[in-house]
């Protein structure tokens, strides 16, 4: 079961009206759109977000084994500045697949980079790996799941927890899957006053712990055979061994805002939002993660853009919605939840 993004309200003083935090999350950036499927059969699935007719849109991978589609393509470099799809999905490499159901969902909607002959619909995607989760073998989002996902899109409150590409998400792997907890996906926004909005949408299936950047305390992570946290910072730094975490693991996410950004500006926020996964993961941006992190910039706010607000309000929107997916998370058989652990006295 999944659960909404919250709606929260802060206000301030600097005659500008009131900003709102959390409303909305990804949906709070006017023309963004998001839809999620998951797979009845495992815990698995996948999210795509939509981006109208088009944004201007970067990314930045910062893990060790990524999977990824279009990404060369968002280059600042690169001829085709702009996307009109994001999919985030589960299932390792064969995830990647859930691309090829918007593309034909897209390209129905004559939605598409125009090449003369055809429209061309840029969609660019990045997996993490959940294939251990699967009690059915072959069970993976494929081609229909991101049709169904991106039919199902839509700008109202989005679905957090287990669900989409968080279905199948874990964290805290340092002492193996038995000792790992459930991850999900999570969102978060900030709206300004003066009409700045930027929000994301992260699905966290981390090597590492998630750790409150405010307390220090950990949120989720590797669990002791007898109640609470080993830490893994202590096990780092303590030297003891680790186990091989390669093929389960990896944080992707998307960024969006309503700023009108170059693309090498949305690359420059995408680098920026990375630091909201350093602020929220231990240890984060390994070996054996494939972090990846998209922008989307709609372009829709009149005015010059302040790049270094945009850019630390995204690393600020990521490491909330981190702290929210694995909050709003629901426990399977062998991987209990923030919510699980709670009333046992485990707390954040």
């Given amino acids: 079961m999944s659960r909404l993004a919250p709606v929260l309200l802060v206000t301030c003083s600097l005659g500008l009206g009131a900003p709102a935090f959390g409303q909305g999350g990804l949906t709070a950036v006017e023309g963004i759109r998001v839809g999620h499927h998951t797979l009845s059969e495992a815990p698995t699935g996948c999210t795509v977000v939509l981006a109208g007719t088009g944004a201007v849109a970067a990314v930045d991978v910062r893990g060790g084994a990524p999977g990824t589609r279009e990404t060369d393509l968002l280059s600042p470099e690169n001829m085709v500045q702009e996307a009109h799809a994001i999919v985030l999905s589960g299932g390792s490499a064969f995830g990647l ?143 003891l061994p680790t186990r091989d975490r390669r093929g389960e693991n990896t944080t992707i996410g998307v960024v969006a805002t309503n700023a009108r950004l170059t693309q090498a500006q949305a690359t420059k926020v995408a680098q920026m939002a990375q630091d909201g996964l350093s602020r929220t993961i231990y240890p984060v941006h390994t070996p054996f993660d494939g972090d990846t992190i998209f922008v989307l910039a709609t372009g829709t706010l009149e005015g010059d853009v302040n790049l270094l607000s945009v850019g630390a309000l995204a690393a600020d929107a990521t490491a909330q919605a981190v702290l929210r997916a694995v909050r709003e998370a629901e426990g399977v058989a062998g991987f209990p939840s923030v919510r699980d652990l709670e009333p046992k006295g485990v707390k954040e």
């Fill in 97 to 239: 697949d859930a691309a090829t159901g918007v593309m034909r969902y897209l390209e129905e909607k004559g939605i598409g980079f125009d090449v003369g002959v055809a429209k061309v619909p840029i969609v660019p995607a990045a997996i993490l790996f959940d294939l251990g989760l699967s009690a059915k073998a072959g069970v993976r989002p494929g081609a229909d799941c991101g049709y169904k996902a991106a039919a199902a899109a839509d700008a109202g409150p989005i679905s957090e927890g287990s669900v989409g590409a968080g279905a199948g998400a874990t964290v805290g792997k340092l002492g193996g899957l038995g000792m790992a907890m459930k991850g999900g996906i999570g969102t978060w926004s900030f709206s300004l006053g003066d009409g700045l909005v930027v929000a994301a949408l992260i699905a966290v299936n981390s090597v590492g712990d998630v750790v409150d950047p405010d307390s220090g305390r950990i949120v989720a992570g590797v669990r002791k055979p007898d109640g609470g946290f080993a830490d893994a910072r202590e096990i780092v730094r303590a030297g």
